[in-house]
T-cell receptor, first 114, second 109 residues
Framework: DAMVIQNPRYQVTQFGKPVTLSCSQTLNHNVMYWYQQKSSQAPKLLFHYYDKDFNNEADTPDNFQSRRPNTSFCFLDIRSPGLGDAAMYLC?????????????FGPGTRLTVL | GQNIDQPTEMTATEGAIVQINCTYQTSGFNGLFWYQQHAGEAPTFLSYNVLDGLEEKGRFSSFLSRSKGYSYLLLKELQMKDSASYLCAVLDSNYQLIWGAGTKLIIKP
């Protein structure tokens, strides 16, 4: 019954070693989001896709990239993780970006950078 | 700038009532969401308010006053499982979701 699935739930990587986090959804939603959330802080939007249209937040570092090969899947690539990138990464989906469309979140991937 | 303010932490007793406040200053307003987030888990949707007044959903109610830039989440008959962070988020004029840092609610027996 899981609607937004994230793998892995826990990821450990080494400083500078590329890592990919994955998200899939069974809701057939048009929009997929990636957020970074550090302890006791608000989720920070990194980017979102409306269908295949990619929207990058102005302050998202170039180190973070995303791919959406189809409606169901979206990937977050961190090219050279630094210690400051250790965080929970949340994927969310919504039907559309306007109006009152609720965002539904996956369980998150907790990234540790050694 | 855009700003969402919530208390950092609150403590309440099992069976009691607690009110979590949220004030906001955003460029435009298209509604306010409350999410619940248990430690180490993703936020889950609780409520959405776009008109002034109180919306009740079982033990949880959410209130909005647009003129005051203010909302609260009211939790009744508190249970231990309600221990979580509660995040307030506002949809601004660009339909961007602006998040508060969350209020950590601790429930004591």
């Amino acid at each position: 019954d899981a609607m937004v699935i994230q793998n892995p739930r826990y990821q450990v990587t080494q400083f500078g070693k590329p890592v990919t986090l994955s998200c899939s959804q069974t809701l057939n939603h048009n929009v997929m989001y990636w957020y970074q959330q550090k302890s006791s802080q608000a989720p920070k939007l990194l980017f979102h896709y409306y269908d295949k249209d990619f929207n990058n937040e102005a302050d998202t570092p170039d180190n973070f990239q995303s791919r959406r090969p189809n409606t169901s899947f979206c990937f977050l690539d961190i090219r050279s993780p630094g210690l400051g990138d250790a965080a929970m990464y949340l994927c969310a989906t919504s039907r559309a970006t306007g109006g009152t469309d609720t965002q539904y979140f996956g369980p998150g991937t907790r990234l540790t950078v050694l | 700038g855009q700003n969402i303010d919530q208390p950092t932490e609150m403590t309440a007793t099992e069976g009691a009532i607690v009110q979590i406040n949220c004030t906001y200053q955003t460029s435009g307003f298209n509604g306010l969401f409350w999410y619940q987030q248990h430690a180490g888990e993703a936020p889950t949707f609780l409520s959405y308010n776009v008109l002034d007044g109180l919306e009740e959903k079982g033990r949880f109610s959410s209130f909005l006053s647009r003129s005051k830039g203010y909302s609260y989440l009211l939790l009744k008959e508190l249970q231990m499982k309600d221990s979580a962070s509660y995040l307030c988020a506002v949809l601004d004029s660009n339909y961007q979701l602006i998040w508060g840092a969350g209020t950590k609610l601790i429930i004591k027996p």
